[in-house]
C-alpha cells in the first residue's frame, strides 16, 4: 500500500522534501493506516508528520479511549501528537447545526489552528477510493446536475488526500 500512497504523492505533488504535514487522526484503521503510510514513507521523502486528534466530546469515556490509543500509538511509532478537545454537541446546538455539521466545522477549525500554530504546510486526510465512491452517490442523492457529480480531489487547499487511490481493504 505504501507504494500506491507514494506514487499518489508524488503524482499529485501532495508533499515535498522538508513538509511539515499535519495528520487528522481519529485512532480508527483508516487513519491509523494513513499515519503509519506517511511516518514511513517520511523517512525516504524527507518530510516531518504530526499527529493531530481531536476529542469532540461527543462519546464520553469511547472518546477518551481512542484519545488514549492516539496518544500511546503516536508514542510507538515516535510521531508528535497534538490534541485538541472541542463540545461538538453544545457548538451544534447553540448554532443549530446536526451534531455532524457542527463537528465538522469543529473539526476544521482545529486542524487549521494546528496548522498555523505547527507551521504545517498541509493537512492529511485519511479519505480512500469507498469515501470517494459515498461521497459521489451523496451528491447524486441530492440531486446534482452533472457539474455537481463530482468527488474529492487529492488536494483541495490546505488539505491532501493521499489515501484517495487506495481502497479500505488497502
Known sequence: MENIVLKNINEYNLIKSGDKVGVGFSG????????????????????????????????????MRDQVFAENFCKQIGVDLVVKSVNAPLFAKQNKYTLE?????????????VKKEMGLNSIALAHHLQ?????ILMHIGRGSGLNGIVGMTERSGDYIRPLLCVTKAD
Open 101 to 113: 455539521e457542527g463537528a465538522r466545522i469543529l473539526r476544521y477549525n482545529c486542524f487549521q489552528s
Open 131 to 135: 469515501d470517494q465512491a459515498e461521497t
Open 28 to 63: 480508527g484503521s483508516d487513519s491509523v493506516a494513513l499515519l503509519f503510510a506517511l511516518k514511513n514513507i517520511s523517512k525516504q521523502m524527507g518530510f516531518r508528520v504530526v499527529a493531530i486528534h481531536i476529542n469532540h466530546q461527543i462519546r464520553g469515556e469511547e472518546a
